[in-house]
Every structure is written in structure tokens, then in C-alpha cells.
């Protein structure tokens, strides 16, 4: 029986009087010196698709091992739908995980690797058989029942040990870089479909991944790990356009990064004074700060604009020399050097087949963006 899917519109996190799926409180994992996870408190909402993100050793595969249970706990305490997990052995929980190796059985077809779950639970032939077909269904495997994993291609195989995962109905379903052993494109595909059949079976997904494309790809929230740490928990737009730190701002996605320091502080706007962008930059809102307080102001490569012509205005406009440029398409990314030598990277949207104008290497140009386009950050 699957369970309520989330509806498009719901997001139980942002209401005090919903009561979370899982809940972790202060969990700490101590590998002899080594803290792997640091103090993580989080919440779960049921039927949310999550992401936990973060590098390699940010602490969010051990995080998920623990909610599976094959790690314990140096401190802390996990709950799942009301009931703690404290001293449930992992083949007790209400969680299954799904393996980046895929880890399906080689001898066996891909109809018997999804039913064996179920066969070791003693559920009866007809059940399984029908329960089976239902499932591969879902994941457009039907076709492919016969088959065994080594006449199968990478996408195939994620989709049988996705199924597998699954035909337990597992409250919760952990995902440990699910899509990390496809290419590029298939993964791009997969991650759809993978958000469709979590819609429509309603279960709860924990998805751990590296790759922030990913991450806003999939997630109703994203967890940004580092150090151990959850550095800041919020929706894809939230994350991306509002980061709370230099390091959530550089890991997800690309940012030019300007430090400089407050010269006028207003409760509408503030100017910064910086030496890395060579000019006064004019934010419309207002900062809490000191004066002449150090701070950085971020703003990602497609909110600025570039021309050869000089704009009117004296605030948030750059000059440099353009020393790169990179036709992917759909799009084109600029690396300008600066007059400052700073380099700063911008793209441009190709929306025309032929520019007799373009822009080319070694012209002069100007950088402009609106005061509302970037964002301020004090750590």
C-alpha cells in the first residue's frame, strides 16, 4: 500500500504545528580521533524527497548509515515515525537503502533479484508475482524480466535495484549516490523519473549526493553538509539564491565572490566599498552589519549582464579584458579579467543563431547587474 504522496503545493517545513517524520537530535559520530558527524539536529517531513549534500567526507554517508542502522550513534538520538531507533537493529527498521554499487545478484534475473525481499518474508507466489509486475512496471522494466544484471546497461541496473528497494514499502528509503555510476545525460533522465515514482508512491526519500545539480534536481530541501556539519537546510531556490555563508554560496553552483567593506549603511541599502571588483557596489536592502564592517557580496554568472558599450550610472558596473570564452550551445560562459586582475566569470544565454556584434577575446567590455541580483554575506 502506497503511502499519501506529498502534495505539489505542501511543505509541512515551513509550518510549526506539523510534526516531523524523522527527527535527529544532537547525532555525533566519533571514528577514534575523527569526528565524522558533528552535532547534527534535523527534521524530516513524511513523503519529502531530501538531499543531503555536501563533499567527500562532509559526514553524509555516515549520517545515512546511521539512519539504517549500520552505524551507531557515538551520541544523539534518532526517531523514526514516532518510535526510536535507538537499540532496533537495522533489518528492523522501517528503511531499506539502496546501494551505489547496485549490489544485485548476479545469478539471479531481474524478476528474482526484486522478488527475493519479499519470498524471504514468506509472501505468497501469487502475491509476489503480482507485486513484482506491479513494481517493474513503475520502472518500466517489464520487458526486461527474463534478464539477468550482466546483460544490462548502467541504467537498467539502477532501475532493477531501485524496484528492489522498494517492494517492501519501506517507510523511508535511503539512497546513497544513486545516479553517481551513470553518464551525464542518462543521469539527467533518471532524475526525473526518479522523482516521479517517489511522487507517486508517496514514500519518504533520504538522497545523499556530491552533485548539486543533482540535489536541486531531486529535492523538496537540501541539507548542505561540511565538517560534519549541516551548514544550512532549505529549498533548492532558497539554497541557491539566498546561501547564509561563503562556502554554501561557492559550493552550490558558481559565484563571483567580491570582499570589500561597508561604507553606508542604510535600513533600504547598502554600499560597499571593493578593491576586488574596482568599484562602489550598490545593494537594495539593507545588512546587518557595522560600519565599516568586512563582508563579501556574491552574485552568480547569469545575473550579470556584458556589453562593449559603457553603461550610464557610477555604481556596480566593472570594466575588464575578456580572456575566455566557452561555447556550450545553449549558452556561453565569459572569464573576464578585470582591471583590478581579479577574474570574473559570467554566461550568456545564445538565444540567436548569429551575432554580428558578439562578443569576442581581448575586448574591452563592461559588466553591469541590478542591486537586487546578488547577495551579501558576513561569514
Not at 224 to 241: A, C, L, N, T
Request: charged letters at 25%; aromatic letters at 8%.
Amino acid at each position: 500500500m502506497a503511502q499519501e504522496p506529498l502534495a505539489a503545493d505542501a511543505k509541512p517545513w515551513r509550518s510549526s504545528e506539523e510534526t516531523p517524520f524523522i527527527k535527529l537530535r544532537n547525532i555525533t559520530k566519533v571514528f577514534g580521533d575523527f569526528t565524522a558527524v558533528d552535532d547534527v539536529s534535523l527534521d524530516i517531513y513524511k513523503s519529502e524527497l531530501f538531499c543531503l549534500l555536501g563533499g567527500s567526507g562532509s559526514g553524509k554517508s555516515t549520517l545515512l548509515r546511521m539512519l539504517a542502522g549500520f552505524e551507531l550513534p557515538t551520541s544523539g538520538t534518532i526517531e523514526i515515525d514516532g518510535q526510536d531507533m535507538a537499540g532496533v537493529p537495522a533489518y528492523a527498521r522501517p528503511t531499506n537503502m539502496m546501494f551505489q554499487s547496485y549490489a544485485l545478484f548476479p545469478h539471479m534475473t531481474v524478476e528474482k533479484n526484486v522478488a527475493y525481499g519479499l519470498l524471504r518474508d514468506g509472501v505468497s507466489k501469487t502475491e509476489v508475482k503480482n507485486q513484482v509486475g506491479d513494481m517493474l512496471a513503475l520502472v518500466q522494466m517489464s520487458e526486461l524480466a527474463k534478464r539477468k544484471p550482466h546483460q544490462l546497461s548502467g541504467g537498467q541496473k539502477q532501475r532493477v535495484a531501485l524496484a528492489r528497494s522498494l517492494i517492501k514499502r519501506p517507510k523511508v528509503l535511503l539512497l546513497d549516490e544513486p545516479l553517481g555510476a551513470l553518464d551525464k545525460k542518462l543521469r539527467e533522465e533518471t532524475q526525473f523519473e526518479l522523482v516521479n515514482i517517489q511522487e507517486s508512491l508517496g514514500i519518504t526519500f533520504i538522497v545523499v549526493t556530491h552533485d548539486q545539480e543533482e540535489a536541486m534536481t531531486l529535492a523538496c530541501r537540501i541539507g548542505v553538509m561540511d565538517q560534519g556539519r549541516i551548514v544550512q537546510i532549505g529549498e533548492p531556490e532558497e539554497v541557491y539564491e539566498y546561501p547564509n555563508s561563503r562556502f554554501v554560496a561557492d559550493f552550490i553552483g558558481s559565484v563571483n565572490m567580491f570582499e570589500g567593506r561597508v561604507i553606508e549603511d542604510d535600513d533600504d541599502f547598502v554600499r560597499i566599498q571593493s578593491e576586488d571588483a574596482g568599484c562602489e557596489i550598490y545593494v537594495s536592502h539593507g545588512v546587518s552589519c557595522s560600519p565599516n564592517q568586512t563582508l563579501w557580496f556574491a552574485i552568480r554568472p547569469e545575473k550579470l549582464e556584458i556589453t562593449k558599450k559603457k553603461p550610464k550610472g557610477s555604481t556596480n558596473i566593472i570594466s575588464g579584458i575578456v580572456e575566455d570564452i566557452a561555447y556550450l550551445g545553449n549558452l556561453s560562459t565569459y572569464r573576464v579579467r578585470l582591471d583590478s586582475g581579479k577574474i570574473m566569470r559570467l554566461t550568456r544565454t545564445n538565444r540567436a543563431r548569429s551575432d554580428e556584434d558578439k562578443i569576442t577575446w581581448e575586448d574591452k567590455v563592461y559588466i553591469t547587474w541590478d542591486d537586487k541580483a546578488g547577495v551579501v554575506l558576513t561569514s
